[in-house]
């Protein structure tokens, strides 16, 4: 992966052919009543996870709107140019990385602007798929549907909150840097996040110490919850789909297989994504009696649902995890 802070805006006129019609909001921390009075600040970000920690550190002195609208699928997403002109005034456009906003590579040549693009996930220790986390077919190798999209690395590394730590440092860096006056506020909504942050991470290593260690086995639709696994005790043993993306098509050959895995482990259950088609995590499911439960994954949900939040997503998705696997 190429890994940079900030890019020529010859991605954002990329970015902008993505955007999806989410009128910007406000939601956040409350500014401090010493903060430099000023416009806000303009940003784009790519999927409403994203967005959500965006606003968390920048409170009130930024208005931040999302390319990937909630209950979409950055692995499907298709572009459309309407928003172009909101990328175009932004002032910069926060994404995740690692090849996870995978239309932005389609997009470059036909890029242009002024704003900055930032990719949130640069700095973070990177997984790849480690032998029979996932089925891919006769050559048994475990990787990316599409690697020429996503690479060799899990992009998926926010189902771990100690990562989500390394995008609020590289989120206050950046408006620190286009506004300097306030940065002190930024930094001070960036602690009081990590901090909430820190409980999470306390709170889900409680609630998985409740699964016996030889229960904790995920079967997912496509490998997403690798960086929760590695850093709970978890092990991802087999995927619908293979590799990292949820646009990805297995083979029967694969589900048969996957199949035989489940019965062999006594998996208690297969998770599958609130966003994707459940039919065939609801046949793997009924053919080999497991119970199929319904988890969030790319997006969170709009306001007042359980995940409206970076925080409320994680904890509903552990929740119900831990429920299913006891």
Not at 135 to 160: F, I, N, R, Y
Request: net charge negative; with cysteine.
């Amino acid at each position: 992966m190429v890994r940079r802070l900030l890019l020529p805006l010859v991605m954002t006129a990329a970015l902008v052919l993505g955007a999806c019609g989410q009128p910007p909001t406000t939601q956040g921390p409350t500014a401090s009543p010493g903060q430099t009075a000023r416009q806000p600040l303009s940003i784009v970000a790519s999927t409403s996870i994203v967005g959500d920690v965006v606003r968390q550190v920048g409170g009130e002195l930024v208005t931040v709107s999302t390319l990937v609208p909630i209950g979409s699928d950055a692995h499907s997403f298709a572009p459309s140019p309407q928003d172009i002109a909101r990328v175009t005034t932004a002032q910069v456009v926060f994404v995740s990385g690692v090849g996870y906003e995978a239309f932005l590579a389609s997009l470059l040549a036909s890029a242009g602007g002024q704003a900055a693009v930032v990719e949130l996930s640069q700095d973070i220790p990177l997984r790849e798929l480690a032998t029979g986390e996932v089925h891919t077919g006769d050559a048994g190798q475990p990787g990316p549907a599409h690697a020429d999209e996503l690479g060799p690395h899990d992009p998926h590394t926010w189902t771990d909150p100690a990562n989500v730590k390394y995008w609020t440092a590289a989120i206050v860096a950046t408006l620190g840097r286009l506004d300097a006056a306030n940065a002190p506020l930024y930094q001070a909504n960036a602690t009081r996040y990590n901090a909430q942050l820190d409980e999470l991470a306390t709170w889900i290593g409680t609630q998985f110490a409740q699964v016996p260690a030889a229960q904790r086995l995920l079967v997912t639709d496509h490998a997403l919850f690798g960086y929760l696994a590695d850093r709970y005790g978890l092990k991802q043993v087999g995927t619908l789909l293979p590799g990292y993306s949820s646009s990805a098509e297995a083979s029967a050959q694969d589900l048969a297989a996957l199949q035989t895995q489940i019965k062999a482990l006594g998996v208690k259950a297969i998770f599958v994504g609130n966003i994707v088609n459940a039919n065939l995590a609801r046949q793997i499911a009924n053919d080999t009696g497991t119970k199929l439960v319904t988890v969030l994954t790319e997006s969170l949900t709009p306001a007042g649902g359980d995940g409206a939040t970076y925080l409320d997503y994680m904890r509903h998705n552990v929740t119900v995890m831990v429920a299913a696997l006891r």
